[in-house]
């Protein structure tokens, strides 16, 4: 859902490119803000009004792909590649563009989501929870939490005091 409609946006990008008014100017007559101002100005300038429609598209990996390696190859800025390949939201592809350095050039297959997921959730759990804990190693770890727990709330009730001894002064 589109917070702006296409007539607005047009509006907007039509006041600021008659070069009547400053960006400022122009972004406080509407209430929003400068940047957002000066991204439909650009978009409508290069592509029209079909592309600050602000549609979501479901690109294809080989699209993405292209517009990465055509941010690297000549040095494009994230807002300059968006305009060029007639993308409204630039944040979109800065994603693209971290995704691609992480995870090189399969960055934007399906199995590489999924495998770096299968990865966040085997990293996250230690290896130690493969092998059962022994009855001596499940005492020790109960009575390491219950030392644990008393040694919080003995640092909370320092807090405490420390708190209502500073306010009385």
Known sequence: MNKFSIAFKKKVAETYLNDELSLVSVASMYNISSSTVRKWAYIYREHGIE???GL???HSADFKLMVVKDILDNQLSIREA???HKMSAFYTVSVWLEKY???GEHAFLRKNKERSNMHKKNSL???LHSTPLTVNEREELEQLRVENAYLKKLEALVQ???R???KKK
């Open 51 to 53: 592309t600050l429609s």
């Open 56 to 58: 979501r598209g479901n």
């Open 82 to 84: 968006a305009i060029k």
């Open 101 to 103: 350095k992480k995870f």
């Open 125 to 127: 759990t230690p290896a």
């Open 160 to 162: 405490k005091k420390s």
């Open 164 to 166: 209502s001894t500073q």
